[in-house]
């Protein structure tokens, strides 16, 4: 399972992928619930690429700005982020950070929008954002 200084990234990165506003941004959202639950099941074979990734992403903001990536301003956090998008890194991964970034975006979007019974979208805050009703 991810340690503290990884679940402290993920987190970051999570609430810069889905920020909050007046709703809530993706980790109050549900998805560091869905991405632990899902470690545990059908994500549990991609849990050493996250570790590696996250651990890359946490020494690349350190050697690009000095600090960690949750002590930047959110206009620098997404300058960061677009550069680890693209690919422009200056240390070296043991993962590509480009199609990890994509992974992340990805496996956020599944949490924040996935039906409640996956450990995401807590309270169904996603489908109330874009007026989704689930009748049965």
Not at 22 to 35: H, I, K, S, T
Not at 52 to 71: C, F, I, P, R, Y
Request: with cysteine.
């Amino acid at each position: 399972m991810l340690n503290q200084d990884q679940l402290k990234v993920l987190q970051t990165v999570v609430n810069i992928i889905i920020p909050a506003d007046d709703d809530p941004g993706g980790w109050e959202g549900g998805v560091g619930d869905y991405l632990l639950h899902q470690f545990e099941g059908d994500l549990k074979h991609m849990l050493a690429i996250y570790e590696q990734g996250l651990m890359a992403l946490n020494a690349e903001v350190k050697t690009v700005t000095g600090k960690s990536l949750d002590e930047l301003d959110p206009q620098a956090q997404e300058a960061f982020m677009a550069a680890i998008e693209q690919g422009q890194v200056q240390e070296t991964w043991p993962v590509d950070p480009a199609p990890f970034f994509a992974m992340l975006v990805q496996h956020c979007a599944e949490g924040f929008y996935s039906d409640p019974g996956n450990y995401g979208n807590h309270d169904r805050a996603s489908w109330k954002m874009i007026g989704f009703e689930v009748t049965r």
